[in-house]
């Protein structure tokens, strides 16, 4: 009986080791509750494996009117390797809960929640994904800022001013999944090594075959898959908490 | 308890036949041993995993003839690389496999080297030689390389990359901040190559600062000077009070006068007759290239290659403005700066503007009493204790050699070598982010400042550090790939001069040597007709409609002009071909007309060029409408035929035109000649 017992803690003892705690700190003490739990910016990044997120994620807690709700407790989750400063706090006087967020090292799609408890002491979740590039999708996100993004990314920037306007024919958005999904990875080298013309689309999108080498194409089609929002179904691994 | 036993050596080893029996199987146990720990060994159990892994796959046959058991090794002796990883990372380089959730599995990411030429260790780092998980991925205390943490892993590709490469913006980064942050002051760090890293943050000489501005102002900016800028790159020393008052109370005391000495301000310059001038001039002469500025509605305009002037009229003493706007040579033979050629009433509106730019609670709450001998004598040994002379030029004490300590070998450093403090992993990269974070955290003795640094800033830089390794140093030189290295190149004669006066180095490069704010000039002179060369250097029009750097409007003579254009003309030429052999009487208005139909249909230009300003819109790339007037016809040959050859890393795509095609669109190009220096940019 008594091996069998000490097996047993030894194995719980194990679990409790294995299983990352690390990420749910002490319960806080929440003086108030809300009904529903929103992000309020932070969501959606395209970050790095392994790294920081260029901006934090901030999430609200609201009440039934949709009024942000001080003091309560947030707690920040996700699978293996993620890791939040801070993992839990309490909403500040406007409700909302700000968090800086470290991606785990494999490049991939990240789903991260922020959970709060309303009155009844019912989670209440709200899932947020995150983008890690890897190596080559990091080439793709570089070739991107230098030669695509002004003519496909319709926000300016102070160093950059969107050239969309100026095109008769407008091209999408990297992360528009809904029309990139449906395009095969030979499609994409296509259009993208001789320009519109090879899918009988406009010369406005110039051919870069002979300025960029096979291996930055590639680099491109695998960025554009790794940000299509809705996901491309065979985008990459999604890392998800068990 | 003892008859026990006796009964127990009885049953075993009563008689020689069962003394022999028991010997046996003592013997044949321990024979098993080591074929059972190896049969149990983790690898092993890796192994079978894998098998079972892929024997569930679509494609396990192939997957099955690839696999090999045992103990499996890449060896690399010259770049002493003995991994066994891929014993148990069994699908490295199965493509098939990207899709499986354990990492040990996986197909490794696309990266541009082969497994078998670099091994693993050489970028991951941790035990090649280990085969238990442990020993390989973790510190031992044999060992003292863990695997790197992935927000790091450039630090792999900087062991041998010393050029800027598109796959590293991190380690680029990371190294970009060392130069500007100007660490290389006091760290010496030595690339493989043999090439020292050097700094960039050009830190202005102390030798006549008390003619440039007050105490209190030195006193404030020492406590912090981000408070004055948030861009400065200077770290705060954390003085305290007492401290402060005494190094400013030095620093003003070492000043001499400049010679010839600063002109009193003639006119009131801060009441001038017409108020919006200065902020004209300002706008005209494009200061805002380079120097910040907060605007009215509080946001900050403008490059960081100069210092933000958003306070400027608090820190600089109206003479000194005066003299610098004038010409900033004379307090700075070394600035950046360029010396514009503004008239007395140019200067004297410049230095009204710049004066009324003021942040009065900067200094506010800065009360000095005049310093006494023993406060001036305490500055100066603080100033030698805390390395100032290290990057800023001060009479009376010399640049300190190795002030601290060499960072070439950094990324190798043995973990026994560093003192730990409370808060800080015991790693190495947790060690080199520590210090940049938090240097005084080590120590209150320590007499490294504290720079401000974002996390990730702190994270770039450590990636940088870590890339300085051992294996960095010694490896054979034909795995290292040269970073850039400016070249030494000045012209000659007036031009030379001339060029050195305007800093015209700043912003262009030419013949490897300058900044890449603006074009490389290096073929100037093939590129583009002398008339407009004369034109552009008298009133610079704006090329680039979506650029906020412009070139400034120096106000040159017209001797001065000529000069350089005679220069540009003849030197920077491409030994490629002749600007003059493709005359323009050789064109058509046929093939004019098919160039037109080539620029807006076939290559669609216009989304990017401006031929025509009443219907083109786009602004990727320069305005076209005046080429005839601009350039020669060779050169836009050439250009369209392969533009990277002209200007290695131009964005412009090469359209792989055939020659009927380019020379169509370069006689339509050159029949451009619309707008000008005037009047085209009027949108």
Same mark, same amino acid.
């Not at chain 1, 003091?71 to 839990?88: I, K, Q």
């Not at chain 2, 006796?6 to 080893?13: I, Y």
């Not at chain 2, 954390?238 to 402060?244: E, Q, V």
């Not at chain 2, 406060?375 to 030029?393: D, I, T, W």
């Given at each position: 009986?008594?091996?069998?017992?000490?097996?047993?803690?030894?194995?719980?003892?194990?679990?409790?080791?294995?299983?990352?705690?690390?990420?749910?700190?002490?319960?806080?003490?929440?003086?108030?509750?809300?009904?529903?739990?929103?992000?309020?910016?932070?969501?959606?990044?395209?970050?790095?494996?392994?790294?920081?997120?260029?901006?934090?994620?901030?999430?609200?807690?609201?009440?039934?009117?949709?009024?942000?709700?001080?003091?309560?407790?947030?707690?920040?989750?996700?699978?293996?390797?993620?890791?939040?400063?801070?993992?839990?706090?309490?909403?500040?006087?406007?409700?909302?809960?700000?968090?800086?967020?470290?991606?785990?090292?494999?490049?991939?799609?990240?789903?991260?929640?922020?959970?709060?408890?309303?009155?009844?002491?019912?989670?209440?979740?709200?899932?947020?994904?995150?983008?890690?590039?890897?190596?080559?999708?990091?080439?793709?996100?570089?070739?991107?800022?230098?030669?695509?993004?002004?003519?496909?990314?319709?926000?300016?920037?102070?160093?950059?001013?969107?050239?969309?306007?100026? &095109?008769?024919?407008? $091209?999408?958005?990297?992360?528009? @999944?809904? #029309? *990139?999904? %449906?395009?095969?990875? !030979?499609? +994409? =080298?296509?259009?993208?090594?001789?320009?519109?013309?090879? &899918?009988?689309?406009? $010369?406005?999108?110039?051919?870069? @075959?002979? #300025? *960029?080498? %096979?291996?930055?194409? !590639?680099? +491109? =089609?695998?960025?554009?898959?790794?940000?299509?929002?809705?996901?491309?179904?065979?985008?990459?691994?999604?890392?998800?908490?068990? | 308890?003892?008859?026990?036993?006796?009964?127990?050596?009885?049953?075993?080893?009563?008689?020689?036949?069962?003394?022999?029996?028991?010997?046996?199987?003592?013997?044949?146990?321990?024979?098993?041993?080591?074929?059972?720990?190896?049969?149990?060994?983790?690898?092993?159990?890796?192994?079978?995993?894998?098998?079972?892994?892929?024997?569930?796959?679509?494609?396990?046959?192939?997957?099955?003839?690839?696999?090999?058991?045992?103990?499996?090794?890449?060896?690399?002796?010259?770049?002493?690389?003995?991994?066994?990883?891929?014993?148990?990372?069994?699908?490295?380089?199965?493509?098939?496999?990207?899709?499986?959730?354990?990492?040990?599995?996986?197909?490794?990411?696309?990266?541009?080297?082969?497994?078998?030429?670099?091994?693993?260790?050489?970028?991951?780092?941790?035990?090649?030689?280990?085969?238990?998980?442990?020993?390989?991925?973790?510190?031992?205390?044999?060992?003292?390389?863990?695997?790197?943490?992935?927000?790091?892993?450039?630090?792999?590709?900087?062991?041998?990359?010393?050029?800027?490469?598109?796959?590293?913006?991190?380690?680029?980064?990371?190294?970009?901040?060392?130069?500007?942050?100007?660490?290389?002051?006091?760290?010496?760090?030595?690339?493989?190559?043999?090439?020292?890293?050097?700094?960039?943050?050009?830190?202005?000489?102390?030798?006549?600062?008390?003619?440039?501005?007050?105490?209190?102002?030195?006193?404030?900016?020492?406590?912090?000077?981000?408070?004055?800028?948030?861009?400065?790159?200077?770290?705060?020393?954390?003085?305290?009070?007492?401290?402060?008052?005494?190094?400013?109370?030095?620093?003003?005391?070492?000043?001499?006068?400049?010679?010839?000495?600063?002109?009193?301000?003639?006119?009131?310059?801060?009441?001038?007759?017409?108020?919006?001038?200065?902020?004209?001039?300002?706008?005209?002469?494009?200061?805002?290239?380079?120097?910040?500025?907060?605007?009215?509605?509080?946001?900050?305009?403008?490059?960081?290659?100069?210092?933000?002037?958003?306070?400027?009229?608090?820190?600089?003493?109206?003479?000194?403005?005066?003299?610098?706007?004038?010409?900033?040579?004379?307090?700075?033979?070394?600035?950046?700066?360029?010396?514009?050629?503004?008239?007395?009433?140019?200067?004297?509106?410049?230095?009204?503007?710049?004066?009324?730019?003021?942040?009065?609670?900067?200094?506010?709450?800065?009360?000095?009493?005049?310093?006494?001998?023993?406060?001036?004598?305490?500055?100066?040994?603080?100033?030698?204790?805390?390395?100032?002379?290290?990057?800023?030029?001060?009479?009376?004490?010399?640049?300190?050699?190795?002030?601290?300590?060499?960072?070439?070998?950094?990324?190798?450093?043995?973990?026994?070598?560093?003192?730990?403090?409370?808060?800080?992993?015991?790693?190495?990269?947790?060690?080199?982010?520590?210090?940049?974070?938090?240097?005084?955290?080590?120590?209150?003795?320590?007499?490294?400042?504290?720079?401000?640094?974002?996390?990730?800033?702190?994270?770039?830089?450590?990636?940088?550090?870590?890339?300085?390794?051992?294996?960095?140093?010694?490896?054979?030189?034909?795995?290292?790939?040269?970073?850039?290295?400016?070249?030494?190149?000045?012209?000659?004669?007036?031009?030379?001069?001339?060029?050195?006066?305007?800093?015209?180095?700043?912003?262009?490069?030419?013949?490897?040597?300058?900044?890449?704010?603006?074009?490389?000039?290096?073929?100037?002179?093939?590129?583009?007709?002398?008339?407009?060369?004369?034109?552009?250097?008298?009133?610079?029009?704006?090329?680039?409609?979506?650029?906020?750097?412009?070139?400034?409007?120096?106000?040159?003579?017209?001797?001065?002009?000529?000069?350089?254009?005679?220069?540009?003309?003849?030197?920077?030429?491409?030994?490629?071909?002749?600007?003059?052999?493709?005359?323009?009487?050789?064109?058509?208005?046929?093939?004019?007309?098919?160039?037109?139909?080539?620029?807006?249909?076939?290559?669609?230009?216009?989304?990017?060029?401006?031929?025509?300003?009443?219907?083109?819109?786009?602004?990727?790339?320069?305005?076209?409408?005046?080429?005839?007037?601009?350039?020669?016809?060779?050169?836009?040959?050439?250009?369209?035929?392969?533009?990277?050859?002209?200007?290695?890393?131009?964005?412009?795509?090469?359209?792989?035109?055939?020659?009927?095609?380019?020379?169509?669109?370069?006689?339509?190009?050159?029949?451009?000649?619309?707008?000008?220096?005037?009047?085209?940019?009027?949108?």
């Amino acid at each position: 009986m008594k091996p069998l017992l000490i097996a047993v803690y030894a194995a719980t003892l194990l679990m409790a080791g294995c299983s990352r705690k690390s990420n749910q700190p002490a319960p806080l003490q929440s003086t108030a509750t809300g009904t529903a739990i929103v992000e309020s910016s932070g969501g959606k990044q395209i970050g790095y494996a392994g790294m920081l997120l260029d901006q934090p994620v901030v999430v609200q807690v609201n009440d039934a009117s949709g009024n942000g709700v001080a003091g309560t407790a947030v707690y920040f989750s996700g699978p293996a390797g993620v890791s939040f400063a801070p993992a839990a706090a309490l909403t500040d006087s406007s409700g909302q809960v700000t968090s800086t967020v470290e991606l785990g090292q494999q490049a991939g799609r990240y789903k991260i929640v922020a959970s709060t408890r309303d009155k009844s002491g019912k989670a209440i979740d709200l899932s947020l994904d995150e983008i890690a590039l890897g190596y080559q999708q990091t080439v793709g996100a570089q070739l991107n800022t230098q030669y695509c993004v002004r003519c496909h990314d319709p926000e300016s920037t102070p160093q950059r001013v969107s050239n969309m306007d100026n &095109l008769s024919v407008k $091209p999408h958005p990297f992360t528009e @999944g809904d #029309t *990139l999904n %449906k395009m095969s990875d !030979a499609d +994409l =080298v296509a259009i993208i090594s001789h320009g519109g013309p090879a &899918l009988n689309k406009s $010369p406005q999108m110039p051919p870069w @075959g002979y #300025t *960029l080498s %096979k291996s930055d194409i !590639a680099a +491109l =089609v695998s960025y554009i898959r790794a940000v299509a929002d809705p996901p491309y179904q065979a985008g990459g691994l999604v890392y998800a908490q068990k | 308890m003892k008859n026990n036993l006796h009964a127990l050596w009885q049953l075993f080893f009563g008689d020689s036949a069962r003394a022999f029996g028991s010997a046996s199987v003592i013997l044949l146990v321990l024979l098993a041993v080591a074929p059972a720990k190896n049969h149990f060994s983790q690898w092993r159990h890796y192994q079978k995993q894998y098998l079972h892994l892929i024997r569930g796959r679509a494609d396990a046959v192939t997957l099955e003839r690839h696999f090999q058991g045992g103990i499996q090794q890449i060896w690399i002796p010259e770049q002493q690389v003995t991994d066994r990883c891929t014993t148990c990372h069994l699908g490295m380089k199965e493509a098939s496999l990207a899709d499986v959730s354990s990492v040990a599995f996986r197909e490794h990411p696309v990266i541009p080297h082969k497994l078998t030429e670099f091994g693993c260790t050489t970028c991951h780092r941790g035990q090649g030689a280990a085969t238990t998980v442990e020993e390989a991925h973790s510190a031992t205390e044999q060992w003292e390389q863990p695997l790197l943490p992935a927000k790091y892993i450039e630090a792999g590709c900087g062991q041998c990359h010393l050029e800027n490469q598109t796959g590293t913006p991190f380690l680029n980064q990371g190294r970009q901040l060392i130069v500007s942050y100007g660490c290389t002051h006091c760290h010496t760090i030595k690339q493989g190559d043999g090439t020292y890293v050097t700094p960039d943050d050009d830190p202005p000489s102390l030798k006549h600062i008390a003619d440039k501005t007050t105490r209190e102002w030195v006193y404030a900016w020492i406590k912090d000077p981000q408070a004055y800028a948030g861009t400065a790159t200077m770290p705060n020393y954390h003085l305290s009070d007492d401290d402060a008052r005494d190094v400013s109370a030095f620093i003003l005391a070492q000043s001499t006068p400049l010679e010839p000495p600063l002109q009193p301000v003639k006119a009131d310059t801060k009441t001038p007759a017409d108020p919006a001038a200065g902020t004209s001039l300002y706008g005209q002469s494009f200061c805002a290239s380079c120097h910040a500025m907060q605007n009215a509605a509080g946001m900050m305009v403008g490059g960081n290659v100069g210092p933000e002037l958003t306070g400027i009229g608090t820190k600089a003493k109206p003479e000194w403005l005066q003299d610098w706007v004038a010409n900033p040579n004379h307090y700075d033979p070394g600035t950046m700066m360029p010396h514009y050629r503004f008239d007395a009433a140019q200067v004297a509106t410049l230095t009204g503007f710049l004066e009324s730019k003021v942040e009065p609670d900067f200094v506010a709450n800065v009360h000095l009493d005049a310093a006494t001998p023993e406060q001036v004598e305490h500055g100066k040994r603080l100033a030698v204790e805390n390395g100032c002379a290290s990057c800023h030029e001060i009479n009376g004490i010399k640049k300190p050699e190795n002030f601290a300590p060499e960072l070439s070998r950094i990324g190798s450093k043995p973990l026994n070598q560093l003192i730990f403090v409370e808060g800080v992993e015991h790693s190495l990269p947790g060690y080199v982010a520590g210090k940049v974070r938090n240097p005084r955290a080590f120590g209150p003795s320590l007499k490294m400042p504290q720079f401000k640094f974002t996390p990730q800033q702190i994270d770039a830089i450590t990636t940088a550090l870590l890339a300085l390794t051992d294996r960095a140093q010694s490896q054979p030189p034909t795995m290292r790939i040269a970073s850039v290295q400016q070249s030494k190149y000045q012209p000659a004669g007036n031009a030379g001069q001339l060029m050195g006066d305007l800093r015209c180095f700043t912003c262009h490069m030419i013949n490897g040597h300058g900044g890449d704010m603006a074009p490389d000039l290096t073929w100037e002179g093939t590129a583009v007709q002398r008339e407009w060369l004369t034109q552009f250097l008298k009133n610079p029009e704006t090329l680039r409609p979506a650029l906020i750097r412009r070139m400034p409007k120096f106000n040159l003579r017209d001797a001065e002009i000529n000069t350089l254009a005679d220069y540009m003309m003849t030197v920077y030429q491409t030994p490629e071909f002749d600007r003059d052999s493709l005359p323009v009487s050789q064109f058509n208005p046929a093939q004019v007309e098919q160039g037109r139909q080539l620029f807006y249909s076939k290559f669609a230009c216009q989304s990017c060029h401006i031929a025509d300003y009443k219907n083109d819109k786009g602004y990727i790339g320069p305005a076209l409408a005046a080429t005839g007037k601009r350039f020669n016809a060779a050169w836009v040959y050439y250009w369209l035929k392969d533009p990277q050859a002209l200007r290695p890393g131009t964005i412009e795509p090469n359209q792989h035109m055939t020659d009927d095609e380019a020379r169509a669109l370069t006689a339509f190009l050159m029949s451009l000649k619309s707008g000008g220096a005037q009047g085209a940019m009027k949108k």
